[in-house]
């Protein structure tokens, strides 16, 4: 797709090639996400010979990426990061990551349904593929259940309040109104109606998947749940290799979190200035009322909520790709979604490799939630749109001259969130939430993103609390995010059952966004009067994704 010169690959492209290819086998799912043919319908072996298998095909990797030598800058980039990764892998598989791995959103229990939200499904051919997968969800369902009960034995077991909502979930799976019934009875292909034949398999397969998860529920209920631990909190070493992963880099989690601290009360202030900005001398409170008393900014129903994100993404695109990026072509198309789900959340799915499939932006609307305000969800379209996650991935995939193939899709959540959060600023910056009002919504979002620092590291290394009232816990966390945020309790449920569960994730997007911020103002001070900041960003996404202490080395030297 780019139009730069193709660049002569080298051994360590190879061996990054080879390890892609290696998780194409591992993970036939990536097949999909990639946007590549072939084992349509298959899953990954998830029991515990499986996640030995991939340990053993990471250490050999490992070893011969250790062992190349760099021939160009691109090489020292790919093999510094992709050592950095290697190695990574291999100490959670040691600390049985695998093992412990249940939450409400990143885990097994949610993968091996969510495949099919990005599943083709154009032609009959596509959906027999579907119907194999939904065949096969049993028995990756069986495996993953393997994992877990070996879990047991060596003491690694998720929190018991992960496995009560890992419960929930696995349920509203068996009932007739659940996904896999709903997705089979209303398949359909762009040629048309299916045959019977198929559209009863659809049938059979939504019916063993669904059962898949019934099984789930039970081992979680009957078996996982008596062992489980009552606190949530993972502890520092587990916690900095969550830490690690998810950044790129390693921080000191102590001083982290004090800065945490610091930036959410400066958040505060800043809040605080708008609000009386909005409605001579309000509280944040009184001006949100407000805000939510005006009709003209709110947006009733999913259709509309869909029609405003994609004509907000379109805009932004065309306005940006004049004057601030260079945006090719590809990268213009941007689907903003309706997720078939009701979980909540907000997120991005890449483009495929050809862009065949054009990156989305997915909406998870909670089941009852049916009006939405503009002005808290502007700047969401930025952080996952442009110049956001799609201009961010977007540009790693169409830079295939440059690049291999592992560069151009792996990263960090650190360095994609980070960027996200670090893009919303940049927008402001740029004019496009003058209005107080987009500016307060903005200022919610990097408020909350500060109070998951505080919360995420408080909770799991048991700090002190802010309020200085003992230390952290679960339940404390539920009350704190409920003071930084403006939302209803059943999303402040959902996001504070995340963290408790997925430990280190939300910190990389506010972290991230420091360490962007650390990169690009120790570059301009380098640079000097010949600083171009169009240029850094350019320079800084065709490095593709990278850990973000890759990213600084690469950018800073």
């Not at 020292?76 to 959103?105: M, P, S």
């Not at 007739?176 to 009863?200: I, M, W």
């Not at 500060?450 to 003992?470: M, S, Y």
Request: net charge negative; with cysteine; proline share 4%.
């Amino acid at each position: 797709m780019s139009s730069e010169q193709q660049r002569t690959p080298t051994p360590i492209d190879q061996i990054a090639e080879d390890w892609i290819d290696t998780q194409l086998e591992i993970f036939p799912e990536f097949h999909v996400y990639l946007g590549r043919p072939g084992r349509e319908g298959e899953y990954a072996d998830y029991s515990p010979e499986g996640h030995e298998k991939a340990s053993e095909a990471t250490a050999a990797a490992l070893s011969r990426i250790e062992a190349a030598e760099p021939v160009d800058e691109v090489d020292t980039i790919t093999k510094l990061d992709l050592t950095r990764e290697l190695r990574l892998e291999l100490e959670k598989h040691d600390a049985g990551f695998e093992q412990r791995d249940l939450n409400v959103i990143a885990s097994p229990e949610q993968q091996l349904r969510e495949i099919f939200d990005i599943s083709p499904t154009a032609t009959v051919g596509d959906w027999e593929a579907i119907a194999t997968r939904l065949h096969n969800l049993p028995g990756a369902m069986r495996g993953y259940i393997a994992t877990l009960r070996a879990g047991i034995q060596s003491g690694r077991v998720p929190a018991i309040r992960q496995v009560r909502e890992g419960i929930i979930q696995a349920d509203k799976q068996l009932a007739p109104n659940g996904f896999f019934y709903e997705f089979a009875g209303t398949a359909r292909s762009a040629e048309g109606e299916l045959p019977d034949s198929l559209k009863k398999d659809l049938e059979k397969g939504a019916a063993q998947a669904a059962a898949a998860y019934g099984e789930l529920s039970v081992f979680l209920d009957d078996e996982l749940a008596v062992h489980a631990p009552e606190q949530d909190a993972v502890g520092r070493e587990i916690y900095s290799l969550a830490s690690r992963s998810f950044l790129g880099a390693t921080v000191d989690l102590d001083e982290t979190y004090e800065w945490g601290v610091e930036e959410l009360r400066r958040m505060v202030v800043e809040q605080e200035a708008i609000a009386r900005e909005i409605k001579p001398g309000a509280s944040v409170a009184e001006a949100i009322e407000f805000l939510d008393g005006d009709t003209s900014r709110k947006l009733h129903g999913t259709d509309a909520l869909q029609r405003w994100m994609q004509e907000t993404s379109d805009r932004a695109v065309a306005e940006l790709g004049k004057t601030h990026f260079d945006i090719p072509e590809p990268i213009r198309r941007l689907e903003c979604m309706i997720a078939p789900t009701q979980e909540g959340g907000i997120y991005y799915t890449g483009p495929a490799d050809d862009f065949s499939r054009p990156g989305r932006m997915w909406w998870s609307v909670p089941e009852g939630v049916t009006e939405f305000d503009t002005w808290r969800e502007l700047t969401t379209v930025y952080h996952e749109g442009v110049p956001g996650h799609h201009l961010q991935i977007g540009t790693a995939t169409y830079n295939k001259a440059q690049l291999n193939t592992w560069r151009r899709f792996a990263g960090t959540s650190g360095h994609a969130e980070g960027w996200a959060l670090y893009a919303e600023r940049l927008m402001e910056q740029l004019g496009y939430l003058d209005d107080p009002a987009d500016r307060l919504g903005m200022l919610d979002g990097q408020r909350m993103r500060a109070a998951r620092v505080v919360l995420d590291i408080g909770v799991h290394l048991g700090k002190q609390r802010p309020d200085g009232q003992g230390v952290w816990t679960g339940d404390y966390a539920f009350d704190f995010l409920g003071q930084n945020v403006n939302m209803n309790d059943g999303f402040v449920r959902f996001e504070v059952n995340r963290y408790l569960g997925w430990p280190g994730q939300a910190p990389s997007y506010k972290i991230g966004q420091r360490i962007w911020e650390q990169i690009r103002d120790e570059y301009q001070r380098r640079e000097g009067a010949s600083f171009d900041i169009k240029a850094f960003h350019k320079k800084a996404l065709d490095i593709g994704g990278v850990g973000l202490d890759t990213l600084k080395t690469a950018l800073l030297g």
